[in-house]
């Protein structure tokens, strides 16, 4: 049977219509053409390696600046680590462009620093090191507060390797900007609190900080781990506490910063100071913030009993808050740590938080409360490092100078006594934390005397140094001896009872015990040098001592200081104890027989210890002048300052012993001519003190003013002090001083053969030799010399008269002035400088001092001898020297000495034949107005003398100049020849 078609209810495919609805548009014709359309741009970006940046600075990557500080906004953490790095590149390849786009670069860069990407912040960590050199600290200024808001809300972060990354970060913004940093840190200390808070309640946070100190053992118990993390952040915070707390030095820095302040306050710029005026701080911190209760930070930990931290009253600025369990737990899962605690750390538990504003520890109190707040964290850290057997290593012993070292910072800024006295309850409670934890193994003993230059010696010597400060520390700031600091009146107390292991220990320690004898020679400096940093600690005490343990202690620094090497900081030290032992010796009246004797040992070792350093240690040097000056300042302290001149001497020039191969001794200049300017002339300066100044003084003095290696700057100041002091040392002494100047001058220097010295002696010798016989000047500083001298010896004349004047000096003059008359061609500079001192003995304003001449230099064989040969030589080989004879010409004006010069001529015509020399002498003295007097009174032998020339057969050359000697002569006295 067949299949039968069936009809389908479906429809045909072909063809459809849609059927229309109501409200609707009707379709569009299936067969109309669209002729509408839309277009979309498609962005290729080019390739940098490609495009064509001659003119522009560009990394190897071919990038710019600008397409650099694009990609470090770009969302991938990729990009923007690579744009950082690129960066870097950029400024390591063209570093101008930092100067020339800082504000462009530290603006975008700052944006980076908390990125939540770990490589990228390890990318800006890279960057800083090579950016921050080249901004200096004024271009800086206005980028430090984006910075330190940037920083404190990284330090903030809910996350830990953030919070890490800008800890150090800000490290490095210390390191380069010191002082711009100490303006804008005000919320720093509550950051570094929270995060020691933080540490000891969150594993995770030690763990990562570790891993950012790069620590090689991760298996270590969380206690390790949580000991390193909190030094760690301490040893960053002890920057900051540096940067902000001024220090208190006891050692002799402190002198020579106030001698170098004093030395340069002539300045007109000193070099550091910035050329933008900064205006000053605001007086009251909260200023600084916009919401003040926003930025409050509750830190601090409590787990072991501390009495440092006690409840105040409302008026007080310390509270104690209780924070919740739920809190803690809530903080521990933000940082991504367990909320279990473990039973076996000996970490607190964080209870009791005391609340720390936002601070720049500029007051007392806010440094009080600093103190009080960071104590019981410390302590803990002690208690954490100290060991279960005496075995220490050196790392241990590093961590706890650090804590020690913050102690001493903060103790040494408490000064106020007003305010000591206020609060030395809350001080007590810290001496007591402070001894029953830190104090119980003191003295540390680690090592051996034996070998005093390893380290762990080292440090254990430095950590008894600290300890025992900061227990004097807490010692003044008793409120016996905080009245005795205050007021001069009050007695010293007595010292505690449990103060007397620390004075035993640093007795010790001045013996020599804690260096082996057999190796003090040539070990154990960096031990003497924290000896010496106890030496303040005396210096306090010793007038609460009693005169036993006075005694004994000063005896023992007498050893120390004679176990010290010349250029050792200990040797500073040593040097300012003396100083300080001189001042308290005028204070201390009832203990002057106890402390004259090391006073008057301190001064006799000043002196040589000025010959020891030689030009090694210029600033010890300066130290010890200084200290001599202001001793010799005292007026009652004359004689003993006087005692020490003699010791003086070698410092500037002294003469050995005769021997075989220096019959006559070996003349030698002392450290003084080798040292700085400055220190010359304070070496100079110091002379001025001294009431009377012996002969060897005065030999030295001249040996040093012929050296060529003091500058004439130096000497002007000599040659001040010295006619300051003519009074004092007599004339005899000043002349003497004066005239051997002026001979030293004279003198031409000669190579003499000296004898051959053994190679040995040479090398012994730390010194210079030279023989002072020639003033080793130029022309024109010899010529400003004898101006000063001439100058000097002029001003003598209104008291003294030329008889007193010339008598002690002569003989040598006439002896002299005769030596230089034997070759007077070669010593004519020498024969100008002697007369040049002999016209500066007149008073130029009267012509009738001639007959009150010595009878030595008046007499025809002298003086008149000498300058009719010094006119003869002047007259054409030195024309400007000329003028200086007809000066004494003028001096006498009944004519004598014109007559003799007259016929000493007639002498010298007749030997050398040279009718125009002396003819152009005659002229220069007819032309002279000066000598109109001189010459109306000698008439009469003037007019024969230039007969007599005009008589002598005269050659073609010799007629005219006579002819105009005719005529001068005709001139003046009126006549025709």
């Not at 300051?724 to 031409?748: H, M, P, W």
């Not at 000066?887 to 003799?900: A, P, V």
């Not at 007749?910 to 152009?920: A, D, F, Q, R």
Request: charged share 20%.
């Amino acid at each position: 049977m067949g299949q039968k078609n069936r009809k389908t209810s479906q429809p045909s495919l072909d063809f459809t219509r849609k059927k229309p609805k109501l409200g609707k548009k009707p379709p569009l014709n299936p067969n109309l053409t669209v002729t509408t359309f839309k277009s979309k741009t498609l962005h290729v970006p080019g390739q940098s390696l490609g495009d064509n940046k001659e003119n522009e600075l560009t990394n190897h990557r071919n990038l710019t600046l600008k397409d650099l500080l694009t990609k470090m906004k770009h969302y991938s953490d990729t990009v923007r680590k690579e744009a950082v790095t690129g960066l870097r590149d950029l400024i390591r390849q063209h570093p101008v462009i930092v100067s020339m786009h800082t504000a462009a670069i530290m603006n975008r860069v700052v944006e980076v620093v908390n990125d939540t990407d770990r490589n990228v912040r390890t990318a800006v960590h890279n960057l800083i090191p090579h950016l921050l050199p080249l901004v200096d600290s004024v271009m800086m200024t206005p980028f430090i507060p984006l910075f330190t808001i940037y920083i404190s809300a990284g330090m903030t972060h809910l996350r830990t390797t953030i919070r890490m990354d800008a800890l150090h970060l800000f490290e490095m913004l210390m390191d380069h900007y010191p002082q711009q940093i100490t303006q804008q840190c005000i919320q720093m200390l509550p950051n570094y609190m929270d995060l020691l808070k933080r540490v000891t309640i969150s594993n995770s946070m030690t763990m990562t900080l570790l891993q950012a100190n790069k620590a090689p053992n991760k298996a270590v118990s969380v206690k390790t781990l949580a000991l390193n993390s909190r030094l760690l952040i301490l040893r960053s915070m002890f920057k900051l506490i540096q940067l902000l707390v001024p220090t208190v030095d006891h050692s002799y820095a402190n002198l020579m910063n106030r001698i170098e302040s004093s030395a340069s306050r002539a300045q007109q710029w000193t070099p550091g100071t910035t050329a933008v005026a900064i205006p000053p701080d605001f007086s009251s911190y909260i200023q600084h913030l916009s919401i003040p209760d926003l930025f409050t930070k509750n830190n601090i930990t409590e787990g072991r009993v501390s009495t440092t931290l006690t409840t105040t009253s409302s008026s007080g600025g310390i509270k104690l808050l209780k924070r919740g369990t739920e809190d803690l737990n809530q903080q521990q899962k933000s940082d991504g740590g367990s909320t279990q605690a473990d039973s076996s750390s000996s970490l607190p538990e964080v209870a009791d938080i005391v609340q720390l504003k936002p601070t720049l520890l500029r007051s007392f109190e806010e440094r009080l409360l600093m103190l009080q707040v960071i104590m019981p964290v410390l302590v803990d850290c002690w208690v954490e490092m100290a060991p279960t057997n005496m075995t220490i290593s050196y790392s241990i012993l590093e961590d706890q100078q650090l804590l020690l070292n913050i102690l001493v910072r903060l103790l040494a800024s408490l000064e106020d006594y007003e305010k000591l006295m206020a609060h030395h309850k809350e001080i007590a409670n810290i001496r007591r934390d402070f001894e029953k934890y830190f104090v119980p193994r003191f003295p540390f003993v680690v090592g051996s005397p034996s070998n005093p230059d390893s380290r762990e010696w080292i440090m254990s010597a430095s950590l008894n140094s600290s300890i025992t400060q900061i227990m004097t520390y807490f010692v003044s700031k008793q409120p016996a001896f905080i009245n005795y600091q205050s007021s001069a009146r009050v007695p010293p107390p007595p010292l505690p009872e449990w103060f007397n292991s620390y004075l035993d220990y640093i007795e010790d320690a001045l013996e020599g015990g804690l260096v082996a004898e057999d190796k003090r020679m040539q070990q154990g400096q960096l031990v003497r040098s924290h000896i010496s940093s106890m030496l303040w600690v005396v210096i306090l005490t010793l007038p609460a001592m009693s005169k036993d343990r006075m005694s004994s202690i000063l005896g023992s620094f007498i050893k120390f200081d004679e176990a010290c090497h010349p250029n050792s900081t200990s040797k500073k030290s040593c040097v300012y104890f003396i100083k300080q032992l001189i001042d308290m010796n005028s204070i201390l009246h009832f203990k002057d027989k106890v402390l004259k004797d090391i006073v008057q040992w301190g001064l006799a070792s000043l002196p040589k210890l000025l010959w020891k350093l030689g030009n090694n240690d210029p600033s010890t040097s300066l130290m010890i002048i200084n200290i001599l000056a202001s001793f010799g300042k005292d007026k009652t302290k004359k004689t003993q300052f006087e005692s020490i001149q003699t010791a003086l001497v070698p410092f500037f020039f002294t003469i050995t012993k005769p021997n075989e191969k220096f019959p006559q001794g070996r003349q030698i200049f002392g450290p003084f001519v080798t040292l700085p300017k400055n220190v010359q002339i304070e070496a100079i300066n110091l002379l001025y003190y001294f009431h009377q100044m012996g002969m060897l003084m005065i030999r030295s003095l001249i040996a040093i003013c012929r050296s060529e290696k003091v500058s004439n700057d130096v000497l002007d100041i000599l040659f001040d002090i010295v006619h300051c002091k003519r009074d004092e040392i007599g004339l005899g002494n000043y002349l003497a001083f004066s005239i051997a100047i002026v001979l030293s001058t004279t003198e031409q220097e000669k190579e003499e053969e000296k004898p051959q010295e053994d190679e040995e002696e040479q090398d012994k010798m730390d010194v210079v030799e030279i023989k002072p016989t020639t003033l080793k000047k130029s022309p024109k500083e010899k010529e400003m010399i004898m101006e000063r001298i001439c100058r000097n010896t002029n001003n003598l004349r209104p008291s003294i008269t030329i008889i007193d004047l010339l008598n002690p000096i002569s003989t040598t003059l006439v002896n002299q002035l005769t030596s230089s008359l034997e070759n007077i061609k070669n010593n004519l500079l020498s024969l100008n400088y002697l007369l040049k001192f002999i016209y500066s003995t007149f008073d130029n304003r009267r012509n009738d001092e001639w007959e009150e001449l010595p009878s030595e230099l008046s007499e025809k064989k002298a003086l008149p001898l000498v300058l009719s040969h010094y006119l003869y030589q002047t007259i054409n080989s030195e024309p400007e020297y000329f003028g200086l004879g007809l000066k004494f010409i003028h001096l006498n004006g009944n004519g004598k000495l014109l007559l003799e010069i007259i016929s000493i001529l007639k002498e010298i015509m007749k030997k050398e034949k040279n009718i125009v020399g002396i003819t152009s002498i005659c002229i220069e003295i007819f032309k002279s107005k000066e000598l109109l007097p001189v010459l109306q009174v000698v008439q009469k032998s003037m007019v024969e003398f230039v007969k007599s020339i005009k008589s002598q057969t005269l050659a073609p050359s010799e007629k005219s100049i006579v002819d105009r000697l005719v005529s001068e002569c005709n001139i003046i006295y009126n006549i025709n020849l």
